[in-house]
């Protein structure tokens, strides 16, 4: 296990790595001048020369990338172009708004796909089990953005029960969750149900039932324990998926975390804050994937990673 853990820690190293090359490189092919956008056209071309050497854009851009890198392994990740701020700092700002909004997605999505999906495993072939097959089907359809503008319409402007843009009180994350949260409750619903329906059937389940265990500890002690391989696999990457994939959901609801950060620094070619909100979406991915692997050798003793464990 320990071996296995430090491979994946250096292939990590390498990702990131790699991740930071080509935003830079992308960065830097895009058209528009930072500077310029800072400025706008009243800068006179001496003005100009002088905030671009400040800023170290006069620079090879190979040097650019090296200095990047060599801040980063000290965790400075520079300062913003236009705000000043140490990236690192703005980070740590918006990454409590960000997490607050990803686990209460992620505990909507757990509780009620986890749920659904027994509930229509349980139910299969019957019109609950068709019902919330196809709502499963919708809801991974559904786009992001598009359902957190209907639930703005319908339950904040229409209805007033929710506010729809900022974090003024704790019911603000109320419908962001939600619109964040459903299509994993789709996708966790539907890989639930596939994952008890092949459980069920197993032989060990008929014997329990057959020694008068009740229906409610079948399900949960021997059902769902077995099932959650595939259940936790999705559920790890979906966890990543959440806290680095809000950028729609905080633009939409004018939500001051990461994610929102993010489509600012595009639009403003912000290359420092971008930077380093690449590398927090690819250090989320990288390590939620890392705990869904460690954990299966913990729920399944069976599951070993034939590396001389």
Known sequence: MASYILKRLSQTFIVLLGISLVTFILMNVVPGDPVLLMLEKRATPEAVERIRREM???KPKTTQYLNFVAGAARLDLGRSYFTKEPVMTALSRRFGVTLR????????????????????A???GRVFD??????AVLGISAPVFWVAII???????????????GIRSPNSFVLPAIALGLRYVASISRVTRTSMLEVIGQDYIRTARAKGLAERVVILKHALKNALIPIITLAGTELGNLLAGSMLTEWVFSIPG?????????????LPMLQGTVLYVAVVFVVS???????YAFIDPRIRYARGD
């Open 56 to 58: 170290g854009l006069d």
């Open 101 to 120: 909004l990803a686990s209460s997605a992620y505990a909507i999505a757990m509780v009620v796909g986890i749920s659904l999906g027994v509930a229509s």
């Open 122 to 124: 349980l139910q299969r």
């Open 130 to 135: 068709s019902l919330i097959r196809g709502g």
């Open 151 to 165: 639930l703005q319409m319908v339950f904040g402007l229409r209805l007033g029960l929710f506010p729809i843009s």
């Open 258 to 270: 990461i994610g929102k950060l993010m489509v600012d620094s595009i639009l403003m070619r912000d």
């Open 289 to 295: 994937n890392l705990v869904v692997d460690i954990s």
